[in-house]
């Protein structure tokens, strides 16, 4: 059974930084491609991040360059590094577990919320 469990989320004022972590059961990080999806208040869920099983990444365009995705195999642990955070990237954050790094949305954790604001 895939579980996704993850941690991290908070307030922080515009400009500041978080990271999420997602704690994945299992060998999940070997068989699967992982990902972080969002979604806001009234808005459709996001793929923000994904990563393949080979470890090549892909980004949302609103993200780029402000959050990395990675992971550490032998912690069984993904991360979103979230920089220069602006209030539009409010929202819940999920980790998620799939067959593609474009599209990981087989397994799903619970979400932690992130709330950008002054």
């Known amino acids: 059974q895939v579980q996704l469990v993850e941690s991290g989320g908070g307030l922080v004022q515009p400009g500041g930084s978080l990271r999420l972590s997602c704690a994945a059961s299992?060998?999940?990080?070997?068989?699967?491609?992982m990902g972080w999806y969002r979604q806001g208040t009234g808005k459709e869920r996001e793929l923000v991040a994904g990563?393949?099983?080979?470890?090549?990444?892909n980004y949302a365009i609103s993200v780029q360059g402000r959050f990395t995705i990675s992971r550490d195999i032998t912690k069984n642990t993904v991360y979103l590094q979230m920089d220069s955070l602006k209030p539009e990237d409010t929202a819940v954050y999920y980790c998620s577990a799939g067959s593609f790094s474009w599209r990981p949305d087989d397994y799903w954790g619970q979400g932690t919320q992130v709330t950008v604001s002054s």
């Open positions: 990563i393949a099983r080979g470890g090549s990444a």
């Open positions: 299992g060998r999940i990080l070997n068989n699967y491609a």
